[in-house]
């Protein structure tokens, strides 16, 4: 079921929210900035992909044929995400004394596994960057002569053979560019490598033959070839995480400019896709959102500390992707919260429902299901999509089955599985918890009974016992029991 109100969203490019105008009539092309897999992704490198999938869902919902492309970095990523430093992949096969295929293939399943764990929808194709080496030495051999010059290091794009560089970035400025290495001989200090050669008397465990000498393909160059290579120049939206917009995406759109035409970028298409969009920061005061900090925070750690995947992606859905998200262990457990409350209640509207379908909603429902159109329409604004998804179950007097066709419409967006998942399925164990389920059960068999005795003395010192070991009890609830995360976030 799809929704007639316009779409707008905002394009990094022109700093506008702007209608979605498809290129092909009917059809969304997007392109993602997908993982280097050179270690776990951590939380913050997720939010994008949260961001991306709700991008897609809302497509979808609008009656567009989708196709999405999220590449894989395997070979080209340096240290400094521009030109200075070793290659990711490099580094860390030494450091751990593998191959550089058996560690980009562990981490590349490990993102795989995240990207499940978070109920993201797979994309129409995953590139993976290895695979497309010999496109991206002909793209690279197509705008070499006008646009590149080699030095001994390599072949490097001359970003003042373009129009408009870096208007996407907005911030030519020494703070803007000091992040890009000075290399002898670069005509301009924003110039980048497009064919990083392997230094004499060096070998790289990754690398090619090409007309600039044996080495790899530059970061930039990947993505450009990727997309082009399957979605065609131009495109409709390319996304990615906030730090992309101030280097790697204005050269991407410098090359995608070279190989397409030159013309400025008053003319959005000339960079490639049509929208540039990019999610905002995730933020955590205690720094352990770098990688380089050794242990940082990963979905897995989520995890083991008793915390549902879906508990994070309900944390993203509650901030706008373009608003910074501040991540704290009591903001997560209030997304849990939040999310428990809402498979109770669908929980409760199924068996209400029984057998009983419907295929639209009725006039009660409708003003709550306006606002959810509204709000994903304008912007992707998720914090107003939940409230009018809560709206929608707070409504009374509405036939369950009625109730259920909504919800099923505004999670096919919003991708919290709320029709499959049960509030059981949220009841993770902590990695630290020592009792066991059978224990507990134990304990809540002996407060059933001392209850019945009316023994309340009883029942609360049990109750008791079994918050010393993590476990919280609500007397009514028909879960019985959950774990205690605050106890596991102090233990």
């Known amino acids: 079921m799809s929704d007639a109100s316009p779409l707008q969203l905002f394009n990094s490019l022109t700093r506008q929210v702007e209608p979605f105008q498809p290129v092909h009539e009917g059809e969304a092309r997007v392109y993602s900035c997908g993982p280097t897999v050179y270690n776990y992704p951590h ?55 593998q191959s550089i295929w058996d560690i980009a293939e562990h981490y590349k399943q490990a993102y795989w596994a995240d990207i499940r764990a978070l109920n993201i929808r797979q994309p129409a194709k995953w ?65 980048f490598a497009i064919w990083r050669k392997t230094p004499d008397g060096e070998k ?17 160059l ?61 933020v955590e005061r205690s720094g352990k959102m770098s990688k380089s900090s050794g242990e940082f925070l990963r979905l897995q750690l989520l995890i083991d500390k008793g915390f549902h995947p879906l508990a994070y992606r309900m944390m993203c859905l509650q901030a706008h992707y373009r608003s ?7 903001g997560l457990n209030a997304a849990l919260v939040r999310l428990k409350r809402l498979l109770m209640a669908v929980s409760l509207l199924r068996t209400q429902a029984g057998a009983e379908t419907a295929e639209a909603w009725g006039p009660k429902i ?27 179950i707070a409504t009374k007097k509405v036939p369950a089955a009625e109730k259920l066709a909504a919800i099923g419409v505004i999670d096919g967006v919003l991708g919290l599985n709320l029709m499959e998942l049960a509030r059981e399925d949220l009841r993770l164990r902590p990695k630290a918890a020592t009792i066991t389920e059978d224990a507990i059960e134990a304990i809540q068999a002996e407060r059933k009974a001392a209850r019945a005795e009316k023994d309340f003395a009883r029942l609360d010192a049990l109750r008791d016992e079994l918050g010393t070991q993590g476990v919280a009890v609500m007397d009514g609830d028909p879960l019985g029991w959950e774990w205690n995360l605050a106890f596991f976030l102090q233990g």
């Open 43 to 97: 939380i913050g490198n997720m939010r994008a992909y949260v961001f991306a999938d709700v991008l897609g869902r809302t497509l979808s919902y609008k009656g567009y044929r989708l196709t999405h492309v999220i590449n894989i970095t395997d070979v080209g990523h340096l240290t400094d995400d521009a030109d200075a430093g070793e290659d990711k992949m490099e580094k860390m096969a030494r450091q751990q004394a």
């Open 127 to 191: 590139t993976i960057a290895t695979d497309y080496v010999p496109q991206m030495i002909e793209f690279a051999q197509k705008i070499a002569d006008k646009h590149c010059y080699q030095l001994d290091s390599g072949l490097y794009f001359d970003v003042s053979t373009v129009a408009d560089y870096g208007r996407l970035a907005r911030a030519q400025t020494e703070d803007g560019e000091g992040r890009i290495e000075a290399v002898d001989g670069k005509r301009n200090q924003a110039d």
């Open 324 to 330: 910074e998200l501040e991540f704290s262990w009591d």
């Open 222 to 282: 990947e993505c450009s070839v990727m997309s082009g290579e399957v979605l065609g120049f131009p495109f409709d939206i390319h996304t990615g995480g906030i730090d992309h917009r101030e280097i790697h995406h204005p050269n991407e759109i410098a090359q995608n400019q070279a190989v397409c035409c030159t013309g400025g970028l008053d003319e959005p298409a000339h960079s490639g896709a049509r929208m540039w969009m990019h999610n905002n920061f995730l």
């Open 366 to 392: 409708a003003p709550a299901m306006d606002k959810f159109a509204a709000a994903i329409s304008d912007d992707l604004n998720t914090p107003v999509a939940l409230t009018a998804l809560e709206e929608v």
């Open 204 to 220: 790289r465990q990754m690398e090619w033959d090409s007309p600039w000498g044996r080495g790899a393909p530059g970061w930039h």
